[in-house]
């Protein structure tokens, strides 16, 4: 791994790997102010080091009181993602399974709003789609 990026709520660590970056987040709890601000700081980072292809593997805590409705919190980062990560090829896993059918809404939002990003349940499936010539 190299840099190391710590915010109060969140850790973020990126490795260069052949032909794209990986990113790490991990924290004690997620929330909408916690997702959109590590995206931010990923995709800046890629584009800082001139990668198109980025892999991020989420493994933060339970998600915040906060968000009550998380349909609506999926689908709000979802909307905000996308600009974002424009012009960027994007792969995500989370490590907590369990969130899968919130993640693939936030994937279905995202890629109505023209994002080249996918969801994946293994870190070798989202590379092997990461690092495919297809789209």
């Known amino acids: 791994m190299s840099p190391t990026m710590t915010s109060p ?3 973020l660590a990126f490795q260069s790997c052949d032909g794209y970056l990986r990113a790490c987040v991990s924290g004690a709890s997620d929330s909408i102010e916690i997702s959109l601000a590590y995206w931010r700081e990923v995709a800046a ?5 001139g990668y198109s292809k980025l892999l991020v593997c989420e493994n933060l805590g339970e998600t915040a009181p906060s968000m009550h409705d998380t349909s609506l919190e999926y689908y709000l980062v979802g909307c905000e993602v996308p600009a974002m990560i424009m012009g960027l090829r994007v792969a995500f896993v989370d490590a907590a399974t369990e969130e899968s059918r919130w993640n693939r809404l936030g994937e279905n939002v995202a890629y109505s709003r023209g994002a080249d990003a996918r969801m994946f349940l293994t870190e070798e ?10 789209t």
């Open 125 to 134: 499936d989202a590379i092997a789609w990461l690092t495919s010539s297809g």
């Open 45 to 49: 980072e890629c584009r800082r080091l």
């Open 9 to 11: 709520t969140y850790d």
